[in-house]
């Protein structure tokens, strides 16, 4: 070891505190889900404002968004939308307790389908943990009820929100995620969805769908 090295590590042993907390003060730091600086952007805004910031920060991502007063719209807003991507009108829909009262046999040329995702489904509908104001991002807590692949797979994936989840800050939605839990251990997976897959890897050139769906279509819910 050089003069200059040892010199340099000597010093730096005078000036490291090397106590050991133990585990325990560790574990109890974690606990206390201590949170870092937070922008004020989109945390000091009214629920109205929020989704507005949701929408539009989604919107800039390239999602498509559309805002319904009830969740017996969305048969008919997804149809339409599929019908918009010249796309077959048969979705993949989570079983998700949300989607129980939703009417599907009011747009009957629609067909649903649950479970496990196949390579061949072309569309797929899921429910979200909560939305981030603050980019327009979606928490999607992955569950039996909720696979995660069901965001990966399909040419096109639609979510619903519910716009009492939308929070401001992603500080907030860790916090409604935790709550929402309860007593179970956290999602196996959450993954933060911010607009459609895309890369621009090859040549500057954006290339949608590269690593999941090449549209994302989010509906928002009032009243939920």
Not at 140 to 168: D, R, T
Request: hydrophobic share 40%; aromatic share 4%.
């Amino acid at each position: 070891m050089t003069d200059a090295r040892t010199h340099i590590l000597a010093k730096l042993e005078r000036v490291i505190d090397r106590k050991d907390a133990g585990s325990a003060d560790a574990d109890s730091r974690i606990s206390l889900h201590i949170a870092g600086p937070i922008p004020r952007r989109g945390t000091d805004e009214t629920k109205p404002e929020q989704t507005e910031r949701f929408v539009r920060e989604a919107m800039l991502a390239g999602a498509d968004v559309h805002e319904l007063i009830s969740i017996e719209q969305v048969p008919v807003t997804v149809v339409a939308y599929l019908r918009a991507k010249n796309l077959p009108l048969n979705v993949r829909v989570s079983a998700d307790g949300i989607f129980e009262n939703v009417r599907w046999n009011q747009e009957p040329g629609l067909e649903i389908e649950n479970g496990g995702v196949e390579a061949t489904d072309t569309a797929s509908l899921s429910a979200a943990a909560s939305g981030v104001a603050e980019t327009g991002t979606l928490v999607m807590a992955s569950s039996p009820e909720n696979p995660a692949m069901y965001g990966f797979v399909p040419l096109l994936h639609m979510v619903l929100l519910p716009e009492s989840c939308i929070h401001g800050s992603y500080e907030d939605a860790w916090i409604a995620l935790r709550q929402r839990q309860g007593n179970l251990a956290m999602p196996r997976m959450v993954n933060m969805i911010t607009g459609p897959s895309r890369t621009a890897d090859i040549e500057q050139t954006l290339l949608m769908g590269a690593h999941g769906p090449q549209n994302l279509m989010i509906m928002i819910v009032g009243g939920t």
